[in-house]
């Protein structure tokens, strides 16, 4: 008789403050035969702290294809494994997208066990629209590829969420207000759930300005949230024709590449030379 295959287990652990994890989460963690971490040394202080000791492996980015089979083959054993991160929801701008795709499409049992991610915390306090968000993780690290992403959202009306990490904070806060405008809302919040937790609200050009002054905010972990763009009922452009004018506007004058989007999407070409001049922060 074919043995029963075992299950995989979505396993959300902390953003920081090691207590928010759940009763659920700790008895899978236990239970399970084996545990695949993004960062063993890392895990084994949360693990350590709970008195669990269930066997670690590492699942990271760098080796994820390769032991994407093993696990499988694990799993198609009959053995349960627990996949966590370093820190919050794995597969949330975390490795693990390899490894569930696979197993669901074995026919592996994918049971997710919810806690923390820090998209959802930041949005739970951060005083934006929640009723539509757009999460768009880490921007590109280069300053053109980075201001590229961003103009094709500067449209965007719903609640724009982004990760952050220290090196880059500032320039990710200055090309917003590049893009966006400085007068633009939003949110930068730091280090949620640990000791120095900080959200703070205001335009980009303040933001930035506060961030600039005090070396000590700009350390940590941060969550950026931006007010979506004012929805212009009458005469917003939707998402397809905001990406095609911002393609060319990498490319060509804005005259050039109005009149060139005007064939190409049909939209008003005066409609699109005024909003390709507001991309350009003319
Ligand atoms: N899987 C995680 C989640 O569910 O939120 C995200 C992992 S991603 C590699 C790490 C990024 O998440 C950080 O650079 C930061 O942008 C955000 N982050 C994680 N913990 C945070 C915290 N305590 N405060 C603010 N941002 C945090």
Redesign the pocket.
Known sequence: MAQPTGTLYIVATP??NLDDISQRALQVLAKVDRIAAEDTRHSQRLLGHYGIRTPLGSLHEHNERQKVEGLLAELEQGLSIALI?D????L???PGFPLVRAARERGIRVVPVPG????IC?LSAAGLPTDRFVFEGFLPARGGQRENRLRELAGESRTLVF???SHRILDSLASMAEVFGEARRAVV??????TYETIRDGTLAELLEWMRADAQQQKG???VLVEGAPARASDALDAATERVLATLLEELSVKQSATLAAKLTGVAKKRLYERALELQGK
Not at 87 to 90: E, N
Not at 189 to 194: D, F, H, N, S
């Open positions: 953003i920081g991160s820190a919050g929801t794995p949330i701008s975390d923390c991610s820090a998209a930041a990760y952050e990490s919040a730091r280090e949620l759930t640990k972990e941060f969550v």
